[in-house]
């Protein structure tokens, strides 16, 4: 069994990190905040993410993660860099640590190589990459090696991981560029167009949390949010219903609703016929909008069971996937070997 010292979950809203022994001691939004001209680092993470909208001239926030995968390397390497840091106040290692990061499934080789050097830079002495819904699987402790079909939807900030996972890999899936941001950004886009104001990211991100939801809910629920009048200029509160949230999400919840039923149309029948039996594991932070897991269930006519270490789930995988790692790297020894 490989020893894991560090896992990474390198979401696209938030990172994790996992310590040997310790469990998920790092979590902080995927923000850098930098001077634009020298590029030196102000501040990260929360600190970071407070800092949007709001910033002097000269002063830049930035997110280097998108949709799951490095968009600004340099960026990224420097946050990586302090996160880890500040991972390794929480528990000592000793020597070069072996570090474990995941991806979501189906990035170019380029994308997952940027992933590795910037970890490697950290200073990690072995460098071991994972499909994040394999993260996800051992993270929530399921019996991957056996031949049973399972379930998992991760919602995450920019992505949706979709797989179907039998035998140690992943059998079907599928990996959306959408996930809870884009329920930020449509809603956005939504009170503009209807109301003539325009709301931060950080309140609409906020509004989304408090009412935003999939599907109608029984009683209506409001509430008010701070904007910019677009054709006066001014401040102005306008008040957001639950109902209304629904309607600017719909496009969003309607892709991932259709990239689980193609996922699920061309899963071989015995496995579905598992995943029924156990239900599809809902994860990530986008799973917690209201009314997400019920659309699934109704729309996919299979049960939907939410994970309860939700968040950190993918980070605890990649700390605990040294085991399953070394059986992969056995089984791609004995392939090459009988090629
Ligand atoms: N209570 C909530 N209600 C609605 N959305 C939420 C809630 N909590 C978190 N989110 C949303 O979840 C998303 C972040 O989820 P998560 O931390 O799983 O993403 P990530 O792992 O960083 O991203 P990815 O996996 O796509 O790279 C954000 O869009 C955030 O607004
Ligand atoms: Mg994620």
Redesign the pocket.
């Known amino acids: 069994m490989y020893r894991i010292d560090i896992g990474i979950?390198?979401?696209?809203?938030?990172?994790?990190i996992f310590m040997r022994d310790k469990g998920v001691v790092v979590e902080q939004p995927?923000y850098v905040a930098y001077e634009e001209k020298t590029k030196n680092i102000i501040a990260v993470g929360a600190k970071a993410k407070r800092m949007l909208g709001k910033t002097p001239e000269g002063i830049c926030v930035g997110k280097p993660?998108q949709?799951?995968v490095i968009s600004d390397y340099s960026l990224a390497e420097r946050m990586i860099k302090a996160f880890v840091k500040n991972g390794l106040t929480k528990r000592k290692i000793w020597g070069r640590p072996n570090i474990c990061v995941c991806i979501?499934a189906g990035v170019t080789e380029v994308e997952r190589r940027a992933v590795e050097d910037a970890v490697v830079r950290t200073g990690a002495k072995q460098v071991f990459i994972l499909e994040?819904a394999m993260a996800a699987a051992i993270g929530a402790d399921m019996d991957i090696v056996e031949t049973y079909g399972h379930m998992i939807v991760?919602?995450?900030?920019?992505?949706?991981?979709i797989a179907v996972i039998s035998a140690g890999g992943i059998a079907e899936g599928m990996s959306l560029k959408c996930?809870?941001?884009?329920?930020?950004e449509v809603l956005i886009r939504y009170v503009r167009r209807k109301y003539n104001v325009e709301l931060g990211i950080l309140s609409a991100?906020e509004a989304?949390?408090a009412v935003?939801s999939v599907m109608k809910r029984k009683n209506d629920i409001y509430i008010e949010v701070k904007g910019k009048n677009l054709l006066t200029g001014l401040p102005e509160t306008i008040k957001l219903s639950a109902d209304e949230t629904v309607e600017a999400f719909e496009e969003v919840s309607g892709q991932i609703i259709n990239a689980i039923n193609s996922v699920l149309e061309t899963a071989p029948p015995e496995l579905i016929n598992d995943i029924s039996k156990e239900g599809i594991m809902l994860?990530?932070?986008?799973?917690?909008?209201?009314g997400m897991q019920k659309l699934i269930a109704t729309r996919s006519q299979i049960k939907v069971v939410a994970s309860e270490d939700?968040?950190s789930m993918?980070a605890l995988g990649t700390g605990l996937a040294g085991k399953y790692i070394m059986v992969q790297e056995e089984i791609r020894k004995s392939q090459m070997e009988e090629e």
């Open positions: 979950d390198l979401g696209t809203s938030n990172v994790r995927s993660i949709h799951g979501p994040s991760d919602i995450g900030g920019g992505t949706t991981d996930g809870g941001d884009d329920f930020t991100e989304k949390e935003g994860t990530g932070g986008g799973s917690h909008i209201a939700s968040e993918v």
